[in-house]
């Protein structure tokens, strides 16, 4: 399930949202994308498991 729209990002914030998880296992996927201070495109991923029950 894509929950991206879920987010709205700004610089120097930050936000709380609610996720739905099942029992078992669940694993939040996330990809931030942006600019470097050098000016090149970075992309940074990493996941958070959560296990529930």
């Known amino acids: 399930m894509d929950i ?3 987010f709205n ?3 120097g914030t930050y936000e709380t949202i609610l ?3 099942d ?6 996927k996330m990809t931030i994308d942006g ?3 050098d000016g090149r495109n970075a992309t940074d991923r ?3 498991g959560f296990n529930i029950g």
Do not use: H
């Not at 029992?23 to 939040?28: A, D, I, S, V």
């Open 9 to 11: 990002p700004i610089a």
């Open 23 to 28: 029992e078992g296992r669940n694993t939040l």
């Open 19 to 21: 996720l739905s998880l």
């Open 46 to 48: 990493d996941s958070l």
């Open 35 to 37: 600019i470097r201070n």
């Open 4 to 6: 991206s729209s879920s």
